[in-house]
């Protein structure tokens, strides 16, 4: 069983559209996360969330939603997709703030 | 805000030579955490060091933690083709407790056999 899992693992669509990521963990973690890997492999927190309630939000444009239907799910929504979008979007739970990070195998974001 | 840096950016080595990555904070860490990130896949986590001086070791990996918790290594002992990846450092901001972590840009390691 995959700890944390991410779908679709690969995203390639034209600028202006709209897409979504959605992820969901096993674990029974309290903690979500979505990351972004730039091509130079520069990994920056997005958003986190904890029992469904947002902790983090990094300055990240409002054309990016989360949403955390409940605590296993945190799924991301992208508006108005433009090139710079283009990226791998890894998702993340953890046990306490302090904790290990269970990164999912990544969504990799292609904006044409 | 806080930074993290991590040097070398690239490391090639022959298999069996020694490998060493070095992480930097501009601020003194509550704890620090290493990830392995092999290509194409995701990071995986390693190991927290939170003690100041702290050593751990994993086999042919061992950690440190500085004594004044703003610099942690990584050596790896005689490499091998399975060490090929790229290795983040990250520690949380400041004292708040949010789980949010800072990730050094990463040393990205190619072992020649």
């Known amino acids: 069983d995959t700890a944390v899992s991410q779908t679709p693992k690969y995203l390639v669509t034209q600028m202006g559209n709209d897409k979504s990521i959605k992820c969901e963990q096993n674990l029974g973690h309290d903690t979500m996360y979505w990351y972004k890997q730039d091509s130079k492999k520069f990994l920056k927190i997005m958003f986190s969330y904890n029992n469904k309630e947002l902790i983090i939000n990094e300055t990240v444009p409002n054309r990016f939603s989360p949403k955390s239907p409940d605590k296993a799910h945190l799924n991301l929504h992208i508006n108005s997709l433009e090139l710079g979008d283009s990226a791998v979007y890894f998702c993340a739970s953890s046990q306490a703030f302090t904790g290990e990070l269970f990164f999912g195998e990544g969504s990799r974001l292609t904006v044409l | ?113």
Not at chain 2, 56 to 64: E, P
Not at chain 2, 81 to 95: E, H, K, N, Q, R
Request: with cysteine.
């Open chain 2, 1 to 113: 805000g806080q930074q993290v840096m991590q040097i070398p950016q690239y490391q090639h080595v022959q298999e069996g030579e020694d490998f060493t990555t070095y992480c930097n904070s501009s601020t003194t860490l509550s704890n620090i955490q290493w990830y392995k990130q092999r290509p194409g896949g995701h990071p995986v986590f390693l190991i927290q060091l939170v003690k100041s001086g702290e050593v751990k070791k994993q086999k042919r990996l061992t950690f440190q933690f500085g004594e004044a918790k703003k610099n942690s290594s990584l050596h790896i002992t005689a490499t091998q083709t399975t060490d090929v990846g790229t290795y983040f450092c990250a520690g949380p901001p400041g004292s708040g407790n949010t789980g949010k972590l800072i990730f050094g840009q990463g040393t990205t390691l190619q072992v020649k056999p």
